[in-house]
């Protein structure tokens, strides 16, 4: 959950928001400070211009008439007031005033500071107004008790609408994805979900769909082309089969039938080429319907190696059925039976005499399985992936007969069954495994 997509950028979007209030928060702090010392400033300002007026007209005494008179009149809340002379005698309030004139602030043990201002006077006396910061301190609390109150929440409701904003847009995201993979995987009809809002994941799943459709229909050309040479072919193949047919038996010598008899093998190859060839492409353009019905594995696979038994043991090979449970599956009987039979020739076909070739049937983890495994040369690992492509042959296979589509049409039947057929390397040999879908 850390390192998705969607954590990082709730995490991004919530830190960002979260830098944005500080930083406004600081702001507002330092402004209100500042613009409330400003205002006490100005009332300390105020007040030593309207004593400097009388001290000007009237002298010393008339000043300290007018600072006893504030503090008479407020005992309370008030400025501070201090009259230093010369010696460094004060009276009314106790501050030390500092030796420059001006503007400083002084810390006071136990309490807030002070703002000062202070004025030299003749004769070495020198005037000093002050206020109490602490109605400054505490409306600062105050704001930074109220900001965290406001602060904390906004960073939740934040996080939460980070968390919405991402999942919908993963969702779209991983919708995307799904259709690619089932897109790789499946079929090319899979196409983009497209939304009415026309936004930007719109507009690229809809460059996507079309590519796919470009995909799709040369993809069809392809198939149709090679159906119809397929196709086409096989009709004067077939009266070509059936006019060597009748040479071999009208043939003049031995010698003749022989060659005639090696000249109809090879065709027969030609012919179980396109036979081949025809049924992958009904397979893959869909264009015949697959039966659905129940379809018992074992027994298929008992029929097969029966059928298989004597062709093995006439070529000094030998086949069985192992782990032969009753194992069900839906799908299309016959089909099945071809893929196994494709499977059985392949591995008795390509490998050296006394190879032993099993067939078993089983289930993993609740899901069908057909398996056909031989103890014979086995295909490297570079070649597994490749070994399922069409007219895909290893070197020494080429003198061996077979077109290189067995395994093509049996992945290709696998995958209309929603099967995945999985080449495993033994140590010797090969095993085949196709794994059938759960049932629901």
């Known amino acids: 959950m850390l390192s998705s997509s969607g954590f990082r950028l709730t995490a991004m979007a919530a830190g960002l928001f979260a830098a944005c209030t500080l930083a406004l928060c600081i702001l507002i702090y330092l402004g209100l400070r500042d613009d409330m010392e400003d205002q006490l400033r100005a009332q300390i300002r105020n007040e030593t211009s309207q004593l400097m007026g009388d001290y000007n007209d009237d002298g010393l005494e008339e000043l300290r008439h007018d600072i006893s008179e504030r503090l008479e009149r407020h005992p309370g809340n008030r400025l501070r007031y201090t009259l230093t002379n010369s010696g460094g005698v004060s009276i009314f309030d106790r501050i030390e005033l500092p030796e420059r004139g001006g503007w400083s602030r002084l810390k006071q043990e136990g309490a807030s500071d002070l703002i000062v201002l202070t004025t030299p006077l003749d004769d070495g006396y020198r005037l000093g107004i002050g206020a109490d910061t602490r109605i400054v301190g505490e409306a600062a609390r105050a704001l930074r008790h109220a900001m965290l109150v406001v602060v904390i929440p906004a960073l939740m409701l934040s996080l939460i609408a980070g968390l919405l904003v991402s999942r919908r847009f993963l969702a779209r995201v991983e919708n995307m994805k799904s259709t690619a993979e089932a897109v790789g995987?499946?079929?090319?009809?899979?196409?983009?979900?497209?939304?009415?809002?026309?936004?930007?994941?719109?507009?690229?799943?809809?460059?996507?769909?079309?590519?796919?459709?470009?995909?799709?229909?040369?993809?069809?050309?392809?198939?149709?082309?090679?159906?119809?040479?397929?196709?086409?072919?096989?009709?004067?193949?077939?009266?070509?089969?059936?006019?060597?047919?009748?040479?071999?038996?009208?043939?003049?010598?031995?010698?003749?039938?022989?060659?005639?008899?090696?000249?109809?093998?090879?065709?027969?190859?030609?012919?179980?080429t396109f036979a081949a060839l025809l049924k992958i492409a009904e397979l893959e353009s869909r264009s015949t319907p697959i039966a659905a019905e129940t379809v018992e594995?074992?027994?298929?696979?008992?029929?097969?190696?029966?059928?298989?038994?004597?062709?093995?043991?006439?070529?000094?090979?030998?086949?069985?059925?192992?782990?032969?449970?009753?194992?069900?599956?839906?799908?299309?009987?016959?089909?099945?039976?071809?893929?196994?039979?494709?499977?059985?020739?392949?591995?008795?076909?390509?490998?050296?005499?006394?190879?032993?070739?099993?067939?078993?049937?089983?289930?993993?983890?609740?899901?069908?399985?057909?398996?056909?495994?031989?103890?014979?040369?086995?295909?490297?690992?570079?070649?597994?992936?490749?070994?399922?492509?069409?007219?895909?042959?290893?070197?020494?296979?080429?003198?061996?007969?077979?077109?290189?589509?067995?395994?093509?049409?049996?992945?290709?039947?696998?995958?209309?069954?929603g099967a995945e057929l999985q080449l495993r390397k033994l140590e010797p040999g090969l095993e085949v495994r196709c794994l059938f879908p759960r049932p629901a």
């Open 185 to 272: 995987r499946e079929s090319l009809s899979a196409r983009m979900p497209v939304s009415p809002s026309g936004d930007e994941f719109d507009s690229l799943a809809g460059t996507i769909n079309q590519m796919l459709d470009r995909i799709e229909a040369l993809v069809r050309d392809v198939r149709y082309v090679s159906a119809s040479i397929a196709h086409d072919l096989r009709t004067p193949l077939g009266h070509l089969r059936q006019r060597l047919e009748h040479l071999v038996e009208t043939a003049d010598t031995p010698a003749q039938r022989h060659e005639l008899a090696e000249t109809t093998a090879l065709l027969d190859e030609v012919l179980a």
């Open 297 to 417: 594995l074992s027994d298929i696979a008992g029929r097969v190696v029966s059928t298989f038994a004597a062709v093995a043991e006439a070529e000094n090979k030998s086949i069985s059925l192992v782990s032969a449970e009753p194992v069900y599956v839906v799908g299309d009987a016959q089909l099945i039976t071809q893929m196994l039979v494709n499977l059985v020739e392949n591995a008795l076909r390509h490998n050296q005499p006394s190879v032993h070739v099993e067939v078993g049937v089983s289930t993993r983890e609740g899901a069908a399985q057909l398996l056909v495994r031989d103890n014979g040369v086995g295909i490297p690992e570079g070649e597994l992936e490749n070994a399922i492509k069409p007219f895909h042959r290893l070197d020494r296979s080429r003198t061996t007969a077979g077109s290189g589509l067995g395994l093509s049409l049996a992945a290709s039947i696998a995958r209309h069954h």
